[in-house]
């Protein structure tokens, strides 16, 4: 089994900017994606941003050119940068890791409890 932590959100001003961290431990042989998701109320869960152990990232057109996704391979760990945070921004943000357990079935995916991210003055 694989567990991913979760740190960073609250409330934050529009305008403002936020970092959420993540963390990934357990049966990991290797990560080959990981990235953050979030989800409004009453609105699907949505890809935010993500990055592979290549170094790719994906981004979705609503945070880009505001959100930078970063990740340590070395420490399995992932961090969400967003700037110029806007009210639409508000929702719970879960992190996301495709993991490689280095048994079979070797690959599954893995979510975070996630954390409310709620943007207001």
């Known amino acids: 089994q694989v567990q991913l932590v979760e740190s960073g959100g609250g409330l934050v001003q529009p305008g403002g900017s936020l970092r959420l961290s993540c963390a990934a431990s357990?049966?990991?042989?290797?990560?080959?994606?990981m990235g953050w998701y979030r989800q409004a109320p009453g609105k699907q869960r949505e890809l935010v941003a993500a990055i592979t152990s290549g170094g790719s990232t994906n981004y979705a057109d609503s945070v880009k050119g505001r959100c930078t996704i970063s990740r340590e391979n070395a420490k399995n760990t992932v961090d969400l940068q967003m700037d110029r945070v806007k009210p639409e921004d508000t929702a719970v943000y879960y992190c996301?890791?495709?993991?490689?357990?280095?048994?079979?079935?070797?690959?599954?995916?893995?979510w975070g409890q996630g954390t409310q991210v709620t943007v207001s003055s």
């Open positions: 357990g049966s990991i042989f290797s990560i080959v994606a």
């Open positions: 996301n890791a495709v993991v490689n357990s280095g048994r079979y079935p070797y690959i599954g995916n893995y």
